[in-house]
């Protein structure tokens, strides 16, 4: 295990806070981030986890994203609630909003949740699964960066537009996925590119507008959606959705606005939040979570079937035990950002908020 | 145009009304299905227009369906509403909910109707269209029979479980999809059966689970998930919402139910509706639509690029004018239903609620 180091969980979530707190985020902020970068880590999403911590200070660096300043909460409607995160990132307006909207949720069977103003670098699971460990079914939508071309064409203009929904379930993690409306993550691209591996195809295009099986050409042409016309009509709901609806931008607007190119693009989100009681004349929820068991186990009868998110539990059972190992140059990095020092330009990390992480020690 | 009848759309309404009454269908349940095989013949989808008489007619002669039941409305909670269709065909019932849904969505922002006990062999576009139509984004869910594997396995478990959506605009038909979550229809496979044509990739697998460019093999084995591992969590969600969130039937438990094997298997259905102007601090629904402009002439820019239900509304702009063109055979067959005739077994007519209809004379 040379050239990496052994983190607990906690020790991940007081190195975030503590290293945050130093670089002028607010405590607030700080918590929050610190929250999702450690529950990223625990589930060995790597490319959310630690390897993430400089974007969010560059981010505030280079001017557009506010680490410091409180989302302010207003309601639209009886099943409407709005943060506006006031251009900080989404990680405290989801926590912001979380309650309000589990809360109208009860109230009126379904609500909804307009994020507005934020700067998003981090997955949608964590906001869906804590709805379902409210007993809730959540949904996730946000848009951002145009860097996937709608199907049939040859300009990049959707973001990865990833879609979240997270289901409760008594006895085991939410049944829940979070999976870009894109045929791979920007970051898998990235990776075959370091690795001189080609592209599967069908996950891009080239700058001049045809199938390409190169990532250093994909990198300067489009992405494709996953699924042909459908994945793009789907990816055009998810713009709809974090944009028009919710009054704020689509992802070509939000590419516009990165005038920094700091890849932490701004925009909107939509999350929304069904309480399963208020759907069935008796509400019986015990019923309904045992109704959904028989679909699961008829999907795990299978061999080669599975359920999304598993890789994520059972990394989760792993780190909480034994904690995950940190590559040694991105620990250093920790350690100089610890001491207030300041990250390298964006580009030195690999220039993209989708990016993967290099392969664990 | 021999081997075949021109029929204006005004005809073709009445003829259906007619002949579902005479079958012994209630007024309003003729008048609900007319109104959408009508809407389906206008726009040339094909194997949800006249071709599905019989098959509406036969759900009920198998003591299944029921013709002349209407369904009744509860309020689950402010902003969900449920309709019991009392094991009618979802056409009425779906009616029946709207002017409901649209006025909860308009109070609360956001708001649910729940259809019951309902048999669906209707397409799922007619109902968000009208959403839109009063200036409302609309959500719709439903599941069906056991046709599709989940991605990885190999047995049917899932129906092609389609998910529809749309989105209002101001000087033209609503941005639109209603699509399966399967890679194709089940009428596409049958339709290459009868051309004695072979099957592209990633359609289906045959019973041996094996994938299968054999039509024959395909209908007795399973179809596949679109887009692989992230269409069958996508289907996997349409299930759960269809099925056990609203308290009715998974499609497999809807397949165990269809003992006379009508292909008119029963359950649930969801249908979401958002009020645009309760998703802002001003509501300015103008602004919103024309926001939204932006990104449909960004799409449609680019050579090769459209947006979903393009063709079905270049249908509508002809049939309006022209009427449509019904199949002799069809057309002999509608004429002995309007005399009281009983159509022949549901196998005479390809066995499947999902089938394609020959190609126009």
Same mark, same amino acid.
């Given at each position: /295990?040379?050239?990496?180091?052994?983190?607990?969980? &906690? #020790?991940?979530?007081?190195?975030?806070?503590?290293? !945050?707190?130093?670089?002028?985020?607010?405590?607030?902020?700080?918590?929050?981030?610190?929250?999702? @970068?450690?529950?990223?880590?625990?589930?060995?999403?790597?490319? &959310?986890?630690? =390897? %993430?911590? $400089?974007?969010?200070?560059?981010?505030?660096?280079?001017?557009?994203?506010?680490?410091?300043?409180?989302?302010?909460?207003?309601?639209?409607?009886?099943?409407?609630?709005?943060?506006?995160?006031?251009?900080?990132?989404?990680?405290? #307006?989801?926590?912001?909003?979380?309650?309000? !909207?589990?809360e109208r949720a009860k109230q009126s069977g379904i609500a909804?949740?307009?994020?507005? &103003?934020?700067?998003?670098?981090?997955?949608?699971?964590?906001?869906?699964?804590?709805?379902?460990?409210?007993?809730?079914?959540?949904?996730?939508?946000?848009?951002?960066?145009?860097?996937?071309?709608?199907?049939?064409?040859?300009?990049?203009?959707?973001? *990865?537009? $990833?879609?979240? =929904?997270?289901?409760? %379930?008594?006895?085991?993690?939410?049944?829940?996925?979070? /999976?870009?409306?894109?045929?791979?993550?920007?970051?898998?691209?990235?990776?075959?590119?370091?690795?001189?591996?080609?592209?599967?195809?069908?996950?891009?295009? +080239? $700058?001049? +507008?045809?199938? *390409?099986?190169? $990532?250093?050409?994909?990198? %300067?042409?489009?992405?494709?959606?996953?699924?042909?016309?459908?994945?793009?009509?789907?990816?055009? /709901?998810?713009?709809? !959705? #974090?944009?028009?609806?919710?009054?704020?931008?689509?992802?070509?607007?939000?590419?516009?606005?990165?005038?920094?190119?700091?890849?932490?693009?701004?925009?909107?989100?939509?999350?929304? #939040?069904?309480?399963? *009681?208020?759907?069935?004349?008796?509400?019986?929820?015990?019923?309904?979570?045992? &109704?959904?068991?028989?679909?699961?186990?008829?999907?795990?009868?299978?061999? +080669?079937?599975?359920?999304?998110?598993q890789r994520r539990y059972e990394a989760r059972k792993r *780190?909480?035990?034994?904690? @995950?190992? @940190?590559?040694?140059?991105?620990?250093?990095?920790?350690?100089?950002l610890l001491d207030g020092g300041t990250p390298t330009s964006?580009?030195?990390?690999?220039?993209?908020?989708?990016?993967?992480?290099?392969?664990?020690?």
């Open positions: /295990m040379s050239g990496s180091v052994n983190m607990s969980l &906690h #020790a991940v979530f007081e190195t975030v806070e503590t290293l !945050l707190l130093k670089q002028g985020f607010s405590e607030s902020h700080a918590g929050a981030i610190a929250r999702t @970068v450690t529950a990223a880590e625990r589930d060995e999403c790597l490319h &959310h986890g630690l =390897f %993430r911590i $400089p974007f969010y200070i560059i981010g505030v660096k280079s001017g557009l994203a506010v680490g410091d300043i409180e989302p302010t909460v207003t309601d639209l409607a009886p099943a409407v609630v709005r943060v506006d995160a006031h251009y900080g990132y989404s990680n405290l #307006a989801l926590e912001f909003g979380e309650e309000f !909207l589990a909804a949740l307009v994020i507005n &103003h934020c700067h998003s670098i981090v997955a949608l699971w964590p906001e869906v699964e804590r709805l379902a460990e409210r007993g809730l079914v959540g949904f996730s939508f946000v848009s951002y960066l145009p860097y996937v071309v709608p199907a049939g064409g040859s300009k990049p203009l959707f973001g *990865t537009n $990833p879609i979240a =929904f997270a289901w409760p %379930r008594q006895n085991s993690e939410p049944y829940c996925f979070d /999976m870009a409306t894109s045929a791979s993550a920007r970051g898998e691209i990235q990776v075959r590119l370091r690795d001189g591996k080609s592209l599967p195809d069908g996950w891009a295009i +080239g $700058p001049d +507008g045809k199938p *390409t099986n190169d $990532p250093a050409q994909a990198l %300067r042409g489009a992405q494709l959606p996953f699924g042909g016309f459908k994945g793009s009509a789907l990816s055009t /709901m998810v713009e709809l !959705l #974090a944009g028009p609806l919710v009054g704020d931008f689509l992802s070509y607007q939000s590419g516009e606005y990165d005038t920094a190119k700091a890849g932490t693009g701004c925009g909107g989100q939509l999350v929304l #939040a069904l309480d399963p *009681t208020k759907f069935t004349q008796h509400g019986e929820l015990d019923r309904q979570l045992a &109704h959904a068991e028989q679909l699961f186990t008829r999907i795990l009868d299978q061999e +080669g079937a599975r359920l999304p998110s *780190t909480v035990r034994d904690g @995950v190992m @940190v590559p040694r140059t991105l620990y250093d990095t920790l350690q100089v964006r580009n030195d990390w690999e220039g993209d908020h989708n990016v993967d992480l290099p392969a664990r020690a």
